[in-house]
């Protein structure tokens, strides 16, 4: 079973500043897709940023950046120029092949880092 | 586009009382459907999937069901429930997860169950 870690329970910083949430996973496969997913206090959930794990360049979405190491295991996230919209909470997940069995086909989710961004 | 909606948003129910949570999809056909919680200070749990209409995988035993009774309908329900079982509710979907096509899940707005 694969399993997400997220160390970081709560981050605060500065607007304008760059801040890097941290994410790592176990799994045994070779090919997967991971995730940041951002909650703001509404509570939907809004995808931020996808990386294939085939893919050696890392992904990026305007101010949204990944870190992505494979051999390590780990998928950390880039805010730069951080805004107070961007307050929330942030979950990396983690997919796994399509129907390659041991579960279901879907996301496994760390338990999130609450980002705040202070004026 | 696809859109995906989820109600109602908040629910209060007595302990002992039935539970449904209704999901629906637009924009799609055949989607991939999934009732994921998220219990409070928690991170979010699978409870079930479904890839077409009558076919539902559990993940976690517990006092909850779901059925898809028409191709982008997905219903989670409970026929008593637990206090235990308050939390928040998340209704997602994707397309045919093929690594070819980049699929991603969406997730709709969610519903607050809380238990009382």
């Known amino acids: 079973a694969q399993t997400v870690t997220q160390s970081q329970p709560e981050m605060s910083v500065q607007e304008a500043e760059t801040v890097t949430l941290s994410c790592t996973y176990d799994?045994?496969?070779?090919?997967?897709?991971l995730f940041w997913y951002k909650q703001p206090p509404s509570r939907q959930m809004i995808l931020v940023i996808r990386?294939?794990?085939?893919?050696?360049q890392n992904a990026t979405e305007n101010r949204f950046s990944v870190n992505f190491q494979k051999a390590a295991k780990s998928f950390s996230l880039k805010i730069s120029d951080s805004q107070l919209g961007d307050t929330a909470m942030y979950f990396c997940?983690?997919?796994?092949?399509?129907?390659?069995?041991?579960?279901?086909?879907?996301?496994?989710f760390g338990k999130g880092t609450h980002l705040i961004i202070q004026p | 586009s696809q859109t995906i909606h989820q109600w109602p948003a908040t629910l209060v129910q007595p302990v002992g009382s039935p539970l449904s949570l209704e999901c629906t999809v637009e924009?799609?056909?055949?989607?991939?459907l999934y009732w994921y919680r998220q219990a409070a200070g928690r991170g979010l749990q699978l409870l079930f999937y479904?890839?077409?209409?009558?076919?539902i995988s559990s993940e976690v035993p517990q006092n909850l069901s779901a059925s898809r009774p028409q191709d982008r309908q997905f219903i989670l329900s409970s026929k008593k429930l637990l206090l235990s079982d308050s939390g928040f509710y998340l209704c997602?979907?994707?397309?045919?997860?093929?690594?070819?096509?980049?699929?991603?899940?969406?997730f709709g707005e969610g519903s607050w169950l809380t238990v009382v």
């Open positions: 997602a979907w994707s397309g045919i997860l093929d690594w070819f096509s980049g699929n991603t899940i969406y």
């Open positions: 924009g799609t056909s055949n989607p991939n």
């Open positions: 799994t045994s496969e070779n090919n997967y897709y």
């Open positions: 990386q294939e794990a085939y893919k050696q």
């Open positions: 479904s890839v077409g209409i009558g076919q």
């Open positions: 997940a983690f997919m796994k092949p399509p129907y390659s069995g041991g579960g279901a086909d879907g996301l496994t």
